[in-house]
């Protein structure tokens, strides 16, 4: 895709904001551009509630996944880096769905900062938040999603 809504219409993404413990999921649309927190999904010894996800998928039915990919601030990759893409190829083996990895740097930061700004509680509020801002960065890119 060349460009991460160019020449799509009316499509919706999920958003997953990758973790160790608990994953951020966010779903939005390629014709409005935004996307809207939905839940945060556990990760139990090392396994995320995969029913879960199914649910969502089923409920949702998106065209595509997009899972946030940790980088360093320098943009090199770290080990969430591997993780969240070893989750990414689960997603895609799993759903049979196309999965795109975006950058997600400080998407945490900007996530508690809009969730401050509107008066929200942060008591791990801010995953799905987070899953929001990296969709929504996705869908602003000119250039199409980090690979």
Do not use: C, N
Not at 28 to 41: H, I
Not at 86 to 96: M, N
């Amino acid at each position: 895709m060349s460009g991460a809504a160019a020449g799509v219409r009316d499509r919706t993404l999920l958003a997953f904001d990758f973790g160790t413990f608990r994953i951020g999921v966010a779903v939005g649309q390629t014709v409005t551009g935004t996307a809207t927190p939905l839940a945060t999904v556990r990760v139990r010894d090392a396994t995320p509630d995969w029913p879960a996800i199914a649910r969502m998928i089923e409920e949702w039915r998106p065209d595509a996944l997009v899972v946030g990919l940790p980088l360093r601030m320098d943009g090199d990759e770290q080990p969430m880096s591997r993780a969240a893409r070893r989750f990414a190829r689960q997603l895609e083996g799993r759903y049979r769905l196309p999965v795109h990895m975006a950058d997600e740097r400080l998407s945490t930061k900007e996530a508690r900062s809009r969730m401050v700004a509107a008066r929200q509680k942060l008591e791990r509020a801010d995953d799905p938040m987070a899953a929001r801002v990296i969709l929504e960065g996705w869908l602003m890119e000119d250039t199409g999603p980090v690979q």
